[in-house]
Protein backbone atom coordinates (compact mmCIF):
# COMPACT_ATOMS: atom_id res chain seq x y z
CA UNK A 1 0.00 0.00 0.00
CA UNK A 2 3.20 2.38 -0.17
CA UNK A 3 2.40 3.81 3.81
CA UNK A 4 5.23 5.14 5.12
CA UNK A 5 6.49 3.18 8.17
CA UNK A 6 6.00 6.16 11.16
CA UNK A 7 2.28 6.57 9.41
CA UNK A 8 1.14 3.28 10.65
CA UNK A 9 0.27 3.02 14.28
CA UNK A 10 -0.49 -0.88 15.60
CA UNK A 11 -2.13 -1.82 19.24
CA UNK A 12 -1.85 -5.56 19.96
CA UNK A 13 -3.86 -7.02 22.92
CA UNK A 14 -1.59 -9.45 24.77
CA UNK A 15 -1.58 -13.23 23.61
CA UNK A 16 0.41 -15.03 21.56
CA UNK A 17 -2.60 -16.22 19.28
CA UNK A 18 -3.38 -12.47 18.46
CA UNK A 19 -0.28 -11.85 17.36
CA UNK A 20 -0.11 -14.74 14.70
CA UNK A 21 -1.24 -13.09 11.97
CA UNK A 22 -1.15 -15.06 8.43
CA UNK A 23 1.37 -17.30 10.06
CA UNK A 24 3.80 -15.01 11.47
CA UNK A 25 4.59 -13.26 14.55
CA UNK A 26 4.25 -9.54 14.41
CA UNK A 27 7.31 -8.19 16.10
CA UNK A 28 7.77 -5.37 18.73
CA UNK A 29 9.24 -3.18 15.73
CA UNK A 30 6.42 -3.56 13.78
CA UNK A 31 4.07 -2.85 16.01
CA UNK A 32 6.33 -0.17 17.63
CA UNK A 33 4.67 0.60 20.79
CA UNK A 34 4.64 -2.30 23.77
CA UNK A 35 1.49 -4.18 24.45
CA UNK A 36 -1.26 -2.01 25.73
CA UNK A 37 -4.05 -3.22 28.17
CA UNK A 38 -6.55 -5.02 26.08
CA UNK A 39 -9.68 -3.26 27.12
CA UNK A 40 -7.54 0.03 25.98
CA UNK A 41 -6.80 -0.70 22.58
CA UNK A 42 -9.56 0.63 20.85
CA UNK A 43 -9.53 3.75 23.23
CA UNK A 44 -6.05 4.60 22.59
CA UNK A 45 -6.22 4.30 18.76
CA UNK A 46 -8.82 6.67 19.02
CA UNK A 47 -6.51 9.02 20.63
CA UNK A 48 -4.19 8.72 18.05
CA UNK A 49 -6.20 9.95 15.75
CA UNK A 50 -4.99 13.44 16.53
CA UNK A 51 -1.81 12.50 14.84
CA UNK A 52 -3.15 11.89 11.40
CA UNK A 53 -1.79 8.11 11.08
CA UNK A 54 -3.74 5.07 10.24
CA UNK A 55 -4.71 2.95 12.98
CA UNK A 56 -4.81 -0.96 13.10
CA UNK A 57 -5.28 -3.16 16.16
CA UNK A 58 -5.51 -6.99 16.95
CA UNK A 59 -7.04 -9.15 18.99
CA UNK A 60 -9.15 -12.12 19.66
CA UNK A 61 -12.69 -13.09 20.77
CA UNK A 62 -12.02 -12.97 24.42
CA UNK A 63 -10.75 -9.80 24.71
CA UNK A 64 -12.72 -8.10 21.93
CA UNK A 65 -16.33 -9.10 22.75
CA UNK A 66 -15.66 -9.67 26.21
CA UNK A 67 -13.51 -7.61 28.59
CA UNK A 68 -13.09 -4.82 25.51
CA UNK A 69 -16.74 -5.66 24.10
CA UNK A 70 -17.97 -1.79 25.50
CA UNK A 71 -15.57 0.19 23.23
CA UNK A 72 -16.00 -2.08 20.58
CA UNK A 73 -19.27 -0.98 20.33
CA UNK A 74 -18.45 2.31 20.20
CA UNK A 75 -16.01 2.96 18.13
CA UNK A 76 -18.47 0.90 15.77
CA UNK A 77 -20.96 3.92 16.43
CA UNK A 78 -18.94 6.42 16.32
CA UNK A 79 -17.34 5.01 12.94
CA UNK A 80 -13.60 5.72 14.17
CA UNK A 81 -11.11 5.47 11.20
CA UNK A 82 -9.23 2.59 12.51
CA UNK A 83 -8.75 -1.32 11.52
CA UNK A 84 -9.72 -4.11 14.12
CA UNK A 85 -8.38 -7.61 13.04
CA UNK A 86 -10.49 -10.33 15.13
CA UNK A 87 -8.92 -13.89 15.23
CA UNK A 88 -11.93 -15.85 16.78
CA UNK A 89 -11.56 -19.33 17.79
CA UNK A 90 -14.45 -19.66 20.14
CA UNK A 91 -12.60 -20.68 23.00
CA UNK A 92 -9.63 -18.80 25.26
CA UNK A 93 -7.29 -20.79 24.79
CA UNK A 94 -4.30 -19.00 26.07
CA UNK A 95 -5.84 -19.86 29.41
CA UNK A 96 -6.11 -23.33 29.36
CA UNK A 97 -9.66 -23.85 26.68
CA UNK A 98 -12.66 -21.65 28.82
CA UNK A 99 -15.40 -20.58 26.64
CA UNK A 100 -15.48 -17.75 25.09
CA UNK A 101 -18.11 -14.74 24.03
CA UNK A 102 -18.20 -16.36 20.85
CA UNK A 103 -18.58 -20.41 21.94
CA UNK A 104 -21.71 -22.01 21.14
CA UNK A 105 -23.89 -23.08 24.18
CA UNK A 106 -23.76 -26.67 23.76
CA UNK A 107 -19.72 -26.79 23.82
CA UNK A 108 -18.96 -29.07 27.10
CA UNK A 109 -15.31 -29.35 26.80
CA UNK A 110 -14.23 -26.65 29.68
CA UNK A 111 -14.03 -27.89 33.03
CA UNK A 112 -15.53 -24.93 33.95
CA UNK A 113 -19.03 -25.19 31.86
CA UNK A 114 -18.69 -29.07 31.47
CA UNK A 115 -22.71 -28.72 30.97
CA UNK A 116 -22.13 -26.01 28.26
CA UNK A 117 -22.16 -22.20 28.86
CA UNK A 118 -26.20 -21.64 28.80
CA UNK A 119 -25.77 -18.75 26.51
CA UNK A 120 -26.10 -17.58 23.07
CA UNK A 121 -23.15 -17.03 21.50
CA UNK A 122 -22.06 -13.70 20.32
CA UNK A 123 -21.63 -13.02 16.64
CA UNK A 124 -19.69 -11.01 15.53
CA UNK A 125 -20.25 -9.70 12.21
CA UNK A 126 -23.99 -8.97 13.40
CA UNK A 127 -22.41 -7.16 16.40
CA UNK A 128 -20.50 -4.94 14.54
CA UNK A 129 -23.04 -4.38 11.57
CA UNK A 130 -25.47 -3.62 14.58
CA UNK A 131 -23.05 -0.94 16.49
CA UNK A 132 -22.78 0.87 13.14
CA UNK A 133 -19.25 -0.55 11.64
CA UNK A 134 -18.48 0.79 8.24
CA UNK A 135 -16.35 -1.85 7.09
CA UNK A 136 -17.21 -5.78 7.93
CA UNK A 137 -15.36 -8.97 6.27
CA UNK A 138 -14.38 -12.15 7.18
CA UNK A 139 -11.41 -14.40 6.49
CA UNK A 140 -10.20 -18.00 7.74
CA UNK A 141 -6.61 -17.80 8.58
CA UNK A 142 -5.71 -21.09 6.48
CA UNK A 143 -5.83 -18.67 3.53
CA UNK A 144 -3.54 -15.98 4.61
CA UNK A 145 -3.48 -14.70 1.04
CA UNK A 146 -6.70 -13.75 1.26
CA UNK A 147 -6.38 -12.48 4.61
CA UNK A 148 -4.17 -10.35 3.76
CA UNK A 149 -5.97 -9.13 1.12
CA UNK A 150 -9.12 -8.37 3.45
CA UNK A 151 -6.71 -6.20 5.86
CA UNK A 152 -4.98 -4.27 2.85
CA UNK A 153 -8.83 -3.65 1.80
CA UNK A 154 -9.86 -2.47 5.70
CA UNK A 155 -7.19 -0.02 6.16
CA UNK A 156 -7.95 1.79 3.54
CA UNK A 157 -11.60 2.29 4.11
CA UNK A 158 -12.42 5.47 5.48
CA UNK A 159 -14.41 4.36 8.73
CA UNK A 160 -13.89 1.63 11.53
CA UNK A 161 -13.42 -1.68 9.39
CA UNK A 162 -13.78 -5.10 11.37
CA UNK A 163 -11.75 -8.01 9.70
CA UNK A 164 -13.57 -10.99 11.48
CA UNK A 165 -10.80 -14.01 11.19
CA UNK A 166 -11.98 -17.52 11.93
CA UNK A 167 -8.43 -19.01 13.34
CA UNK A 168 -9.42 -22.51 14.30
CA UNK A 169 -7.89 -23.53 17.55
CA UNK A 170 -6.67 -26.90 17.06
CA UNK A 171 -5.33 -27.37 20.89
CA UNK A 172 -8.83 -26.94 22.60
CA UNK A 173 -10.89 -27.32 19.52
CA UNK A 174 -10.04 -29.85 17.30
CA UNK A 175 -13.61 -30.10 16.04
CA UNK A 176 -12.94 -26.86 13.98
CA UNK A 177 -10.51 -28.64 11.80
CA UNK A 178 -13.53 -28.95 9.74
CA UNK A 179 -13.48 -25.27 9.08
CA UNK A 180 -11.28 -25.50 6.06
CA UNK A 181 -13.94 -27.65 4.38
CA UNK A 182 -16.89 -25.48 5.62
CA UNK A 183 -15.48 -22.08 4.47
CA UNK A 184 -16.65 -20.76 1.36
CA UNK A 185 -15.99 -17.30 -0.71
CA UNK A 186 -18.99 -14.61 -1.00
CA UNK A 187 -20.54 -15.00 -4.23
CA UNK A 188 -22.28 -11.59 -4.54
CA UNK A 189 -20.33 -8.05 -4.70
CA UNK A 190 -19.82 -6.29 -1.34
CA UNK A 191 -22.76 -3.93 -0.58
CA UNK A 192 -22.83 -0.63 0.73
CA UNK A 193 -26.39 -0.96 1.95
CA UNK A 194 -26.56 -2.16 5.75
CA UNK A 195 -29.87 -3.25 4.81
CA UNK A 196 -28.90 -6.02 2.25
CA UNK A 197 -25.48 -6.69 4.09
CA UNK A 198 -28.33 -7.63 7.28
CA UNK A 199 -30.24 -9.78 4.70
CA UNK A 200 -27.24 -11.42 3.71
CA UNK A 201 -25.18 -11.93 7.11
CA UNK A 202 -28.64 -13.01 8.73
CA UNK A 203 -28.93 -15.59 5.63
CA UNK A 204 -25.25 -17.25 5.51
CA UNK A 205 -24.29 -19.94 7.63
CA UNK A 206 -21.18 -18.27 9.08
CA UNK A 207 -18.76 -19.25 6.99
CA UNK A 208 -18.64 -16.97 3.75
CA UNK A 209 -15.26 -15.17 3.14
CA UNK A 210 -14.98 -11.70 2.02
CA UNK A 211 -15.97 -8.27 1.85
CA UNK A 212 -19.98 -8.31 3.87
CA UNK A 213 -20.06 -4.45 4.06
CA UNK A 214 -18.29 -1.22 2.34
CA UNK A 215 -20.18 1.95 3.43
CA UNK A 216 -18.71 5.05 2.54
CA UNK A 217 -19.94 7.53 5.06
CA UNK A 218 -18.22 9.96 6.90
CA UNK A 219 -15.94 8.91 9.59
CA UNK A 220 -15.65 10.02 12.84
CA UNK A 221 -12.81 12.62 13.11
CA UNK A 222 -12.48 14.64 16.16
CA UNK A 223 -10.99 18.50 16.00
CA UNK A 224 -8.19 19.66 17.59
CA UNK A 225 -6.98 23.59 17.89
CA UNK A 226 -3.54 22.62 17.27
CA UNK A 227 -1.27 19.11 16.46
CA UNK A 228 -0.70 17.46 19.59
CA UNK A 229 2.56 15.93 19.99
CA UNK A 230 2.24 11.94 20.53
CA UNK A 231 4.00 12.00 24.00
CA UNK A 232 1.24 14.36 25.12
CA UNK A 233 -1.79 11.61 23.83
CA UNK A 234 0.32 9.18 25.91
CA UNK A 235 0.67 10.43 29.23
CA UNK A 236 -3.73 10.30 28.81
CA UNK A 237 -3.36 6.83 28.98
CA UNK A 238 -0.81 5.88 31.91
CA UNK A 239 -1.74 3.99 34.81
Known sequence: MALPQDHARAVQR??????????????????????????????????????????????????????????????????VDLTYIVMDNHVYGMTKGQASPTTGEDWTHSKLTPEGTGVTAIQPVELALACGASFIARGYAGDPNGVARLIAEGICHPGFAVIHILSPCVTYRADQKSWKTLVHAATEAPTSDAREAARRILDDDGFTTGVLLADRRRPFRPTTGRPVPLSEIEKEFRV
Open 14 to 79: LGRHAAELAGRKLTAAELEEPHRNIALGSLYLAGLLRLGRRRHQAGGDGDGYSIGGNHFLHACRRN
